[in-house]
């Protein structure tokens, strides 16, 4: 994978991190707005990475294509985690109304 996607990619999921940090720390109602946000984002970024792959294949090693694999089945994993808080701060305002 070329030097130049691969910034690309940690830069990305550098400011989803500090996203992620900063909403967390400063946000304490109201949430469900920032964590679709960031559901859509990694979303995008899972998209985005696949592209990089299939657009760089030649260029990626073996063990490039297993760390990317991980990685992506680690963030797929969050994206769940994250829909299904999300669908419960929804049931749950259902429930307290």
């Known amino acids: ?9 940690s830069g990305i999921a550098f400011c989803f991190f500090l996203y992620s940090i900063i909403s967390y720390s400063v946000i304490r109602e109201n949430w469900k707005p920032f964590l679709t946000a960031i559901i859509i984002s990694n979303t995008i970024y899972v998209l985005l990475s696949i592209g990089f792959i299939i ?3 030649d260029k990626v090693t073996e063990i490039g294509f297993i760390y990317f694999a991980l990685e992506l089945i680690v963030i797929v994993i969050v ?3 994250e829909y299904k808080t999300c669908l419960n701060i929804t049931q749950n305002k259902k429930d307290s109304h």
């Open 1 to 9: 994978m070329p030097t130049k996607v691969l910034y690309l990619l």
């Open 55 to 57: 657009t760089h294949s």
């Open 79 to 81: 994206i769940i985690l």
